[in-house]
């Protein structure tokens, strides 16, 4: 589950935000903890490890790049968002790799566009621990071409080898459907090594043949394009 932190002197501001990132992850049917602080001392007093950061750079009597810099410290992998109502403070962003700037108030669309890329690269250099031959190992989530359920088990398909997760196949579907999508009951393949679609079919990176439900056709094809659109 994504752990997500808000931090907004203003309330208002601050919950229309939090709200919005609620409404993007219930969307995406993405598991997500949000939590919101209205300064920066709460958060820093905090032992929580948050894997993003949406950060309003104007906090009253606060240095915002200063909290920031401080976080990076503890959760250097942590993604920051900056939010702003000028521009020129955007400038400060590179002191903390901020990974994105947001003018104030966000758009709805434009958030949800940012995200689907912030998720799009966290998921590509994502690793999942997963078993081969009773022996767990980290595996690149980029190295898997798809997964798929067999029995109670989660099996991950790569050009090295078959992995396994004792977690079920929806739980994975939920944690990975930024990369994944469902092309028969059961067996998703990662878009990014989507060769060629056809109307039963879908060839993938390595030659293999995955089976293609007539009813998943055009959410597939949908999610390619979208998938291509975004990786130009």
């Given at each position: 589950?994504?752990?997500?932190?808000?931090?907004?002197?203003?309330?208002?501001?601050?919950?229309?935000?939090?709200?919005?990132?609620?409404a993007y992850?219930?969307?995406?049917?993405?598991?997500?903890?949000?939590?919101?602080?209205?300064?920066?001392?709460?958060?820093?007093?905090?032992?929580?490890?948050?894997?993003?950061?949406?950060?309003?750079?104007?906090?009253?009597?606060?240095?915002?790049?200063?909290?920031?810099?401080?976080?990076?410290?503890?959760?250097?992998?942590?993604?920051?968002?900056?939010?702003?109502?000028?521009?020129?403070?955007?400038?400060?962003?590179?002191?903390?790799?901020?990974?994105?700037?947001?003018?104030?108030?966000?758009?709805?669309?434009?958030?949800?566009?940012?995200?689907?890329?912030?998720?799009?690269?966290?998921?590509?250099s994502q690793?999942?621990?997963?078993?081969?031959?009773?022996?767990?190992?980290?595996?690149?989530?980029?190295?898997?071409?798809?997964?798929?359920?067999?029995?109670?088990?989660?099996?991950?398909?790569?050009?090295?080898?078959?992995?396994?997760?004792?977690?079920?196949?929806?739980?994975?579907?939920?944690?990975?459907?930024?990369?994944?999508?469902?092309?028969?009951?059961?067996?998703?393949?990662?878009?990014?090594?989507?060769?060629?679609?056809?109307?039963?079919?879908?060839?993938?990176?390595?030659?293999?043949?995955?089976?293609?439900?007539?009813?998943?056709v055009q959410?597939?094809?949908?999610?390619?394009?979208?998938?291509?659109?975004?990786?130009?």
């Open positions: 589950m994504l752990q997500i932190c808000v931090l907004d002197d203003e309330y208002q501001d601050g919950k229309r935000n939090e709200d919005l990132l609620r992850f219930d969307k995406r049917h993405m598991e997500a903890r949000i939590d919101r602080y209205t300064n920066g001392k709460e958060l820093l007093d905090s032992t929580k490890i948050y894997h993003m950061l949406f950060l309003d750079i104007e906090i009253q009597e606060e240095n915002g790049i200063e909290i920031a810099m401080e976080l990076r410290k503890r959760l250097p992998d942590m993604i920051i968002v900056v939010i702003t109502s000028y521009l020129k403070y955007s400038l400060e962003g590179y002191k903390i790799q901020a990974s994105r700037y947001l003018l104030k108030p966000i758009h709805e669309t434009l958030l949800y566009s940012e995200l689907d890329e912030i998720l799009q690269t966290r998921d590509t690793t999942l621990t997963l078993t081969m031959h009773q022996e767990t190992t980290m595996v690149k989530m980029k190295e898997i071409l798809y997964f798929e359920s067999i029995g109670r088990t989660t099996c991950f398909h790569t050009p090295q080898g078959v992995y396994e997760s004792k977690e079920g196949v929806s739980y994975w579907a939920k944690q990975l459907h930024v990369h994944f999508v469902e092309c028969h009951k059961g067996l998703f393949v990662q878009l990014s090594h989507i060769m060629q679609i056809h109307k039963d079919c879908i060839e993938i990176s390595n030659h293999e043949t995955l089976p293609l439900a007539r009813r998943r959410q597939v094809q949908e999610s390619w394009l979208q998938f291509q659109e975004m990786s130009l």
